[in-house]
Structure formats: structure tokens, C-alpha cells
């Protein structure tokens, strides 16, 4: 029986390679001298830091150009609201979104059961969400479906077998 498994994942690597990019770029930009902005990754999370917040904005545009030209998807990130630093500067945190967790995985089922193609069948696996049915051409239009929809998650599609 055909199947494939939903899954929200990022490489750490790629993120790791668009925050030094990042740097590298804010460092020899004449619009970032004297401006002290700073990158800075941690496990899950980034944090951008810049002298006002027009910098700060300057400085997440060019993360998220790292970001997708890296194939990261911009919805990994889950930007909090910016806030003061010592010294009058302004920083911002995103953290960094894997897995899909039990509200969203029960949304993705139900937008599933919703589509009503027959002989679809979808059950959690833990953090990933396995997908099957009797034809290939139905599974497809599942991952058509949830490709097209409004979900706050990044999804991927692994593992798809006849």
C-alpha cells in the first residue's frame, strides 16, 4: 500500500551557513559600520541585535535572503516581538520551529478526513505523520492539498512509497 510520511524538520547546517553569510555580509556593508549589529545562533533559536530598529529590519532581510537562497523555509522561524537592549539597541528572537506538535498534527489529519478521497488513512507517529492509501494518485493530491493550504508549519514530504 502506498504511503509517505509528513514531516516539519530543518537542516542545521543550512541555518548554520545563512547566519555566517549574514555576518559576513553585515561586516563588509557600509550600511551596518558603526552600527554594531550582531548575529547570533543558538541551538533553537537566532538573535539579531542592531544600534535602532531600521537596522534591525535591514538586518532580517538580509538573514531571510540567506534563508531561502539556503532552501530554509521562512516558516521555521517564529520571530518574537523586538525588544530593548542594554545601550539603547533593539534585538529580536526567532525560534526555530521542528516537529509537529499534537494541535497541529490533529489540524493536518482533520484537513486530511476533510478532503474526502477515498481510502486515505492518516495516523501520528510521534512527531511525523504517516499518510496512506490504496492509490498513488490519491496521495498526491493530498500533498497538493496541504502544499496549497495556510499551515504555520514547514512541511515535507519524505518517504514516499509504492
Known amino acids: 500500500m502506498p504511503s509517505f510520511d509528513i514531516v516539519s524538520q530543518y537542516d542545521q547546517q543550512e541555518v548554520k551557513n545563512a547566519v555566517d553569510q ?9 550600511d551596518f559600520k558603526g552600527t554594531n549589529s550582531e548575529v547570533e545562533l543558538n541551538e533553537d533559536s537566532i538573535r539579531i541585535e542592531s544600534s535602532t530598529e531600521d537596522r534591525l529590519n535591514a538586518l532580517l532581510v538580509v ?6 537562497k539556503r532552501k530554509v ?11 530593548a537592549a542594554s545601550g539603547g539597541r533593539v534585538r ?19 484537513q486530511i478526513k476533510d478532503l474526502g478521497i477515498k481510502g486515505i488513512q492518516s ?10 492509501g490504496k492509490k498513488r494518485d490519491a496521495l498526491q493530491e493530498v500533498i497538493a492539498s496541504l502544499k496549497s493550504s495556510n499551515i504555520e508549519l514547514p512541511l515535507q514530504f519524505i518517504n514516499f512509497r509504492d
Open 22 to 30: 549574514t555576518e559576513r555580509e553585515i561586516t563588509n556593508r557600509f
Open 63 to 68: 538573514l531571510e535572503e540567506k534563508l531561502v
Open 73 to 83: 523555509s521562512l516558516k521555521t522561524l517564529l520571530w518574537q516581538d523586538p525588544e
Open 92 to 110: 529580536k528572537v526567532a525560534k526555530l520551529q521542528s516537529g509537529i506538535g499534537n494541535e497541529d498534527s490533529k489540524s493536518i489529519n482533520r
Open 123 to 132: 495516523q501520528n507517529q510521534g512527531d511525523q505523520i504517516r499518510v496512506s
